[in-house]
């Protein structure tokens, strides 16, 4: 398994996740509030692992400029798609990586990435990825579930079994614990970690994380 058979799963699952409804909609209409709350109207920002473009939808018309990507070209064709129906001005659809960024775009204000970390196969790299995206004292924003704190039947048995059969991607096994202090060691400072669920705790803490003033 790799990262191109990960987005080839993607690219099969796109038409289904995009009829897929919210399972949390009060959850998330949370997040929404509180991350365009933090954002300013002359901001550029970037959201990594954006899907069918939901979240970027709904957030882009709060600032400047919002690059909106993911590496499965088929939920960028479907995100593309909406964003044809109902334009927004400064929003903009890519299929790239963290790393592919690097070369051709310059800083931005705040890196969104909604139910993203989990699925990424080198988190410390990733996340040293956003910090040299980041603009000085620009924010991380993170929420994403961590299996780490869930029923270990889920991490142990259930998930390895369905990728085993390519009904599952790969999905990453922290806890909020062990994802808080790989933010940090990237460069961060944690300023909240919430959660957004409407009932109880649904193991998807929201994290907002600064770009420290000095070197890691």
């Known amino acids: 398994m790799s990262v191109a058979s990960d987005a080839r799963f993607w690219d099969r699952s796109s038409r289904n996740y995009a009829k897929s409804a919210i399972a949390d909609e009060d959850g998330y209409q949370r997040t929404l509030d509180r991350t365009r709350s933090q954002l300013n109207s002359d901001d550029h920002v970037l959201e990594l692992g954006c899907g069918t473009g939901t979240t970027a939808l709904r957030l882009a018309d709060a600032v400047r400029g919002y690059l909106a990507t993911d590496f499965s070209p088929a939920m960028i064709a479907i995100a593309a798609e909406k964003h044809a129906a109902a334009p927004i001005p400064g929003l903009e659809f ?53 299996l780490g704190d869930m029923n270990p039947l889920i991490r142990l048995a ?55 003033s000095i070197g890691r």
Do not use: Q
């Open 158 to 212: 259930l998930l390895p079994a369905l990728r085993m059969i390519g009904k599952a991607p790969y999905a990453g096994t922290f806890s909020t614990k062990e994802l808080s202090l790989c933010i940090a060691l990237a460069g961060f400072e944690i300023l909240a970690v919430e959660n957004h669920a409407a009932k109880g705790d649904d193991k998807r803490p929201y994290i907002v994380a600064r770009k420290a």
């Open 94 to 146: 890519r299929t790239a990586t963290v790393e592919a960024l690097h070369t051709d775009v310059g800083l931005f204000n705040a890196v969104l990435g909604f139910n993203y970390l989990h699925l990424v196969r080198d988190l410390p790299g990733t996340l040293r990825g956003i910090h040299d995206l980041l603009a000085a004292n620009g924010l991380f924003v993170s929420k994403t579930p961590c």
